[in-house]
C-alpha cells in the first residue's frame, strides 16, 4: 500500500510528483505530502483526504524546487491524518516510505533515550530519524546514512529521502515493497510503478530487493544518474527495459469513473492476453512463458492455486477447468488462510499464484513458502516484474494494461482467460485433450471479446435495474458450478463500492441456511445461463419466487421459463458453456458500478480499501 514518488530534474518537481501520485493514489488515499529541496532548504507541505486537499495546500503553499519526494498513504501505523502523512522530517532529513517497519517500537525506545523527539505514530518516522542519527554520527552523505539506517530495520520497504546538505539528491531503496526507476530526458524519477513515471518516460529499471540508490538530477556540468549498490555498498547493475504501456492508458479516456473505463477495456484485454499463445492448427498453448516443459507438466501430481479477493474467485473457475480439461487434482486455498497452517507441498506439486499487482502480501508469502518447500511456482500477474512473477519460475502476464479502479474487472477476465489457456497447456501436454478438443476450447475463446461487446451493448439496461437496488441493503447472490465464482464475484462487486451488504453462495447450499434470509424485500441475484447447472438453478429460482423474493436473473437468450419467474432478466448470448464466466461477470460488474454510481460513491477509490495489499 501507499505510493511513492521522486524527481531530480530541471522542471519544477512539485507538479510532476502530485501528478504521479495521482496515479498511484488507487495504492492509498488517506492522506498525501511532499517535500521539495529549492536549494537552500526542505519545505514540505501535507494534508489529509484525498490527493486534491494536497492540491489545494500547495495552492495555497506552492513549494518551488526541482529536487523532490512525495507520498499517497494508507494507514497502517497510526490513523490518517496531517502529522502521521508522508514525508516524515526528522532534522535534516526528509523520508517518505510505503510498507512496515517491523522493529520500530524498539529503535522508537532506543532513538528516544538517544534524545528523539517524534511528531508522529508511524513507524516511518523512525527510519527517518536513523538517518538523521546515522547522518551526525559521521556519515560521509546521504546514500551513505540511508544505507547504515537501513541496516537497523527489519521489516518491508520502499523508500524515498532528501537531505538539506544534498539539493541534487533523492536516496531511494527497495526490500519487499516495489520501486522503479524511471530515465527521463535531463531527469530521473522514482516511483512505486510504471504508471506514475510513464508520461516522462517509458526507460525504466525495476530494482530488487536489498537495492540502494543514489539518483542525481542534472547540473550544469552532468547530466542525471543513478548508482545503484546493494545495502554493504556493492554496485550493482540492473537492467534497462522499455514499456509498451502507454501514458493515455492510465487516463479515464472520457468515462466517468477509470471501473467504467475499464469494464469496457475488457474485450481488449482479453485478446492482448490471448495475442501470440494460441496455436489453433495443433489446438495447443505456446507454452515457453509458463516455463514447464511436457515432461513436467506430465510429472505434476497437484495443482495448488493461491490468491486473494477477486484473484482468488479467477482462481476457483482455473480449479474447475484444470481438473475438467487436464484431469488433474486442483486446490484452491486463500493465501491469507494458508499462512495459518503448515501447508504440506510436494517437488511435483504446480502451484499458481494469480494476482492482479503481483505484490499482494499474502499471495506472495504463500508463493515463497511452497517455493520454499520444493513446489514449482508459475505466477499470473498483470504488472511486469512485479514481486510475485519474479519469485516464480515461469510467468504468464495478463495484459490488460494499467487497472487504476480498486474494484478489479478487466484484470479478472484476463485472469481467467490465462487459467484456461493454462488448463487447455496442462491438458494438451498430459493427453487428456486431443487436438480437435483444443481447438474448440480455444476458438471459444478468441470469441470472447465479440460476445463481451455485445454484453455492453446492454449496459443501459443494466443501469435501469441499478435504479431498484439503490435502496437494498442486503442482496443475495447464488450460481452453481461455474457460476458460483461469479455470484461470490458479484457479491464482492457490489459491497467493496456499494457498501451493501451482499453474499455470494453456493445455489445448491441455499436450503441449507440462506433460504431463511428470503422475504419480499430481498433482492436475489441468480446466474443461471443454459449450461449443465441450469435446471438445478431454475429450481433455486422457484424456491426464492415461492418464498416472494426478487430475482434478478442472468439467463440465456430465448429462456422462456425464466422470462416467467424473475423480475429483471440480463440476456445472455449463447456462448460456449466453459467461456460463460468470462460474460456473467459482465453485468454483475455493470450492475455494482451503477448501483455505487447511482449513491454518489468514490467507485474508483472505495472506502478504506486499496488496490494493492501488501500487509499482512
Ligand atoms: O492484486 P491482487 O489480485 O493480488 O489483489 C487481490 C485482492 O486484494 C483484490 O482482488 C481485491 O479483492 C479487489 N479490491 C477486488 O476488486
Known amino acids: 500500500m501507499c505510493g511513492i514518488v521522486g524527481y531530480a530534474g530541471r522542471q519544477s518537481a512539485a507538479p510532476i510528483i502530485v501528478d504521479g501520485l495521482r496515479r498511484l493514489e488507487y495504492r492509498g ?26 492540491g489545494d495546500a500547495l495552492a495555497k503553499r506552492p513549494l518551488e524546487g526541482a529536487l523532490g519526494i512525495g507520498h499517497t498513504r494508507w494507514a497502517t501505523h497510526g490513523r490518517p491524518s496531517e502529522e502521521n502523512a508522508h514525508p516524515h522530517v526528522a ?21 528516544a533515550a538517544d534524545g528523539a523527539r517524534f511528531g508522529s505514530e508511524t513507524d516511518t518516522e523512525i527510519l527517518a530519524h536513523l538517518v538523521d542519527r546515522a547522518l551526525s554520527r559521521g556519515a560521509v552523505n546521504l546514500f551513505d546514512a540511508v544505507r547504515v539506517a537501513l541496516s537497523e530495520v527489519t521489516g518491508a520497504y520502499a523508500i524515498a529521502v532528501l537531505s538539506v546538505d544534498e539539493p541534487n539528491t533523492i536516496v531511494a531503496a527497495r526490500h519487499g515493497s516495489p520501486l522503479v526507476l524511471g530515465y527521463g530526458e535531463n531527469e530521473m524519477l522514482c516511483g512505486s510503478d510504471i504508471s506514475a513515471l510513464l508520461s516522462h518516460t517509458r526507460d525504466m529499471v525495476f530494482l530488487e530487493d536489498g537495492d540502494v540508490v543514489e539518483l542525481r538530477g542534472p547540473t550544469s556540468s552532468e547530466g542525471p544518474s543513478a548508482r545503484i549498490t546493494t545495502i554493504a555498498g556493492a554496485a550493482v547493475e540492473r537492467p534497462r527495459k522499455r514499456i509498451d504501456w ?59 492455486i493461491v490468491a486473494c479477493g477477486t484473484s482468488f474467485h479467477a482462481s476457483l473457475l482455473g480449479r474447475y477447468w484444470i481438473e475438467s480439461l ?15 497452517r503448515k501447508a504440506v507441498f510436494c517437488d511435483d ?5 494469480v494476482s492482479q499487482s503481483g505484490e499482494t502480501f499474502d499471495t506472495l508469502a504463500a508463493a515463497k513458502a511452497a517455493k520454499s518447500r520444493g513446489a514449482r511456482v508459475l505466477a499470473i500477474a498483470n504488472v511486469l516484474d512485479s514481486a510475485i512473477p519474479r519469485l516464480a519460475h515461469g510467468e504468464l502476464y495478463t495484459r490488460a ?14 485472469q481467467l482467460t490465462a487459467l484456461l489457456l493454462v488448463a487447455v497447456y496442462l491438458g494438451r501436454q498430459r493427453g487428456a485433450l486431443d487436438a480437435t478438443q483444443g481447438a474448440s476450447l480455444l476458438e471459444g475463446l478468441c470469441a470472447v471479446p465479440g460476445f463481451i461487446n455485445e454484453l455492453l451493448g ?9 435504479t431498484s437496488l439503490v435502496d437494498a441493503t442486503d442482496v443475495l447472490f447464488l450460481g452453481r458450478g461455474l457460476n458460483y465464482p461469479i455470484a461470490l464475484e458479484g457479491a464482492l462487486k457490489l459491497k467493496e463500492i456499494s457498501y451493501a451488504h451482499a453474499e455470494g453462495y453456493a445455489a445448491g447450499e441455499m436450503k441449507h441456511g440462506p433460504i431463511a434470509l428470503i422475504d419480499s424485500s430481498l433482492p436475489v441475484v441468480v446466474v443461471a445461463p443454459r449450461d449443465a447447472s441450469y435446471d438445478k438453478a431454475l429450481g433455486n429460482v422457484q424456491e426464492v419466487r415461492a418464498r416472494e423474493g426478487r430475482v434478478i436473473a442472468l439467463a440465456t437468450k430465448g429462456d422462456e421459463a425464466m422470462h416467467d419467474l424473475a423480475e429483471h432478466i440480463v440476456w445472455l448470448p449463447d456462448a460456449p458453456e466453459h467461456v460463460l464466466p468470462l460474460l456473467t461477470v459482465v453485468p454483475l460488474q455493470l450492475l455494482a458500478y451503477y448501483v455505487a454510481s447511482r449513491k454518489g460513491h468514490d467507485v474508483d477509490q472505495p472506502r478504506n480499501l486499496a488496490k494493492t495489499v501488501t500487509v499482512e
Do not use: W
Open 29 to 54: 488515499y488517506d492522506s498525501a505530502g511532499v517535500a521539495i529541496h529549492d536549494g537552500r532548504g526542505i519545505e514540505t507541505v501535507r494534508a489529509l483526504g484525498k490527493l486534491r486537499a494536497l
Open 91 to 111: 532534522g535534516k532529513v526528509a523520508l517518505v516510505h510505503n510498507g512496515i517497519i517491523e522493529n520500530h517500537a524498539a529503535l522508537r525506545r532506543e532513538l
Open 246 to 304: 502507454s501514458p493515455t492508458m492510465a487516463e479515464r479516456g472520457g468515462f466517468k469513473h477509470f471501473m467504467l473505463k475499464e469494464i469496457h477495456e475488457q474485450p481488449d484485454a482479453i485478446a492482448a492476453t490471448l495475442r501470440g499463445r494460441i496455436d489453433l492448427e495443433n489446438g495447443d498453448v505456446h507454452g515457453s512463458e509458463i516455463g514447464l516443459s511436457p515432461e513436467v507438466v506430465r510429472g505434476i501430481r497437484r495443482v495448488y
Open 326 to 340: 487436464a484431469g488433474v487434482q486442483t486446490v484452491v486455498e486463500l493465501g491469507s488462510e494458508l499462512a495459518n
Open 349 to 353: 506439486d504446480l502451484v499458481i499464484a
Open 401 to 414: 494494461g494499467p487497472e487504476i479502479g480498486v474494484a478489479s474487472t478487466k484484470c479478472f477476465t484476463a
Open 458 to 466: 446492454d449496459a443501459d439496461y443494466v443501469r435501469s435495474i441499478a
